[in-house]
């Protein structure tokens, strides 16, 4: 089940899994609800997924947001189940957090992106709120997780794991 609060992000989805019968769409607001296991999706036994995973969204909410979406994903999860965020985050040096914002910076200017892409790029980073990959462990293990691990970083984009 893929959700999205942009339907347009959906539908790219939806092309690209087309031809796939087990993958589900929904529109949805992560951080007011989380979605539910229907009998379409599990066998009637099941009431929870087992892992729930999220790609580059959550580093557009503030720290107290992302904070109530990991406990409504710790809540929903069931003893052993895991939540995967792959991410992009800040470090919390700051010449470091420089030096990393402007070898991204020379990437993208490097890249075939024409200039209207490079702007834009450069308008959707005002909506980007990152905190550090420590920081967002804390986060994890304070929600009662028992096992919260960094199991890759490049760069800025970093993979954490969380098992309740």
């Not at 462990?137 to 028992?146: N, R």
Request: with cysteine; aromatic share 10%.
């Amino acid at each position: 089940m893929l959700i999205d609060i942009a339907d347009k992000m959906l539908e790219v989805s939806k092309k690209r899994f087309a031809n796939l019968d087990n993958v589900y769409h929904l529109v949805l607001d992560y951080t007011n609800e989380l979605p539910s296991p229907s009998k379409m999706l599990l066998d009637s036994n099941s009431r929870h997924f087992d892992t729930m995973n999220s790609a580059l969204s959550i580093h557009h909410l503030q720290d107290e947001t992302k904070a109530k979406l990991f406990q409504k994903i710790y809540n929903k999860l069931p003893k052993g189940g895991s939540f995967v965020n792959y991410d992009q985050f800040c470090f919390d040096d700051a010449l470091m957090n420089y030096q990393v914002n402007q070898f991204w910076e020379r990437q993208i200017k490097a890249s075939a992106l024409t200039e209207k892409d490079i702007d834009l790029w450069k308008e959707r980073q005002k909506l980007d709120i990152e905190c550090s990959v420590e920081t967002e462990i804390a986060m994890l293990k304070a929600c009662g997780f028992t096992v919260v691990n960094c199991l890759y970083t490049y760069h800025k984009f970093s993979v954490i794991l969380a098992i309740k």
